[in-house]
């Protein structure tokens, strides 16, 4: 191969790596008051990955006794919540009155719709001993004519959630379909949200999608011969045939699907109007939201709630 050949076939490559990748988010680190997350979404560069608009990722973490998950009730509008656990155990009380113990994965699915309420808690025996915390709580945006629908919440045992092997590595699929699986979680636009874990040199082609973000949840694997490490979110191009290889024990999680309309957000609203925004913010300091039967002493105040509304 001649000189000029081998600049060309490199300068091709370097072209195929980045038509396939679009960013590399480099996750924020965010204190939830006696719990920190790792934040991948949203980022100035990119608002949102498909249906999706947040992303944060629990741990995984040891927490001592005395310290662990303690969100007091809070308010959502025009999307729905979507929690799934590696190791732990989360309490979640809502509006509805709802009551489930969110566990290793089961995926819960909270839909705010017009409005809800609702706390993240642990049990008060679990807090008062060491135990593991691992996991993800994203968040999706509802269609414009579905944001202000009626509140539900739906949970899905962990054995209700397909699993497929893909070349030997197992895959999970959470939600949407993917290698010939369908998931039974609710979908309000089209989806994709899974898990697989990689052994060293094991490979696996990503389903297709009009848009996708590939966590590293840990490990290390490579894109066209580029590599990347744990703590990454790889925003992907629409391109076909993306294919990763693990170059150690890899977790990794995919999430995507269509592309939406523009949101906003501001702290725990997002809306596809500004003024819809403003009346959750002007509901919440005046107590119009319902309250979370069980959890009624405590909420968390509206940031910088100093405006009159």
């Known amino acids: 191969m001649s000189i000029e050949q081998l600049e060309l076939e490199t300068r091709c490559q370097a072209v195929e790596e980045c038509a396939a990748i679009e960013l590399v988010v480099q996750p924020k680190l965010k204190d939830l008051g006696g719990f920190t997350v790792n934040r991948c979404l949203p980022v100035m560069e990119r608002r949102s990955v498909g249906p999706w608009v947040f992303f944060d990722e629990m741990g995984p973490a040891m927490l ?3 310290s662990g998950i303690n969100v007091r009730p809070h308010p959502h509008v025009n999307l729905a919540t979507v929690t799934y656990l590696f190791d732990g155990e989360v309490l979640h009380k809502d509006s509805l009155g709802t009551f489930k113990k969110i566990t290793p994965g089961a995926i819960n699915l909270m839909v705010a719709g017009k409005g809800i309420v ?6 008060p025996d679990r807090i008062q001993q060491s135990r593991g915390l691992y996991g993800f709580q994203l968040w999706m945006a509802l269609p414009e004519a ?3 629908m009626e509140p ?6 962990a054995d209700k959630i397909p699993s497929v092997a893909v070349n030997g590595v197992p895959v999970r699929v959470l939600i949407g379909r993917a290698y010939g699986v369908v998931s039974p979680v609710k979908e309000f636009y089209r989806t994709l949200y899974l898990e697989a874990q990689l052994l060293p040199g094991q ?7 009009s848009e996708r973000g590939l966590y590293i949840a840990n490990g290390e694997l490579k894109i066209r011969e580029r590599q990347y490490s744990e703590k990454q979110m790889i925003i992907l191009s629409d391109a076909d045939g993306v294919t990763v290889t693990a170059l150690q024990p890899t977790t990794i999680v995919l999430i995507g699907g269509e592309k939406i309309s523009k949101r906003y957000m501001e702290w725990n609203f997002i ?3 500004k003024e819809r925004i403003e009346q959750a913010k002007r509901d919440w ?4 939201f319902p309250i979370v039967p069980g959890d009624e002493d405590e909420f968390i105040p509206l940031p910088g709630a100093n405006k009159e509304y």
């Not at 609702?118 to 049990?123: D, G, I, Q, T, Y």
């Not at 300091?285 to 119009?288: A, L, S, Y």
């Open 64 to 66: 001592p006794p005395g």
């Open 118 to 123: 609702h706390s993240e808690r642990e049990a």
């Open 146 to 148: 579905s944001e202000e």
């Open 152 to 157: 539900e919440f739906h949970h899905y045992p």
């Open 203 to 209: 490979t696996l082609e990503l389903p297709n999608e």
């Open 271 to 273: 809306s596809s109007r």
């Open 285 to 288: 300091v005046e107590g119009k």
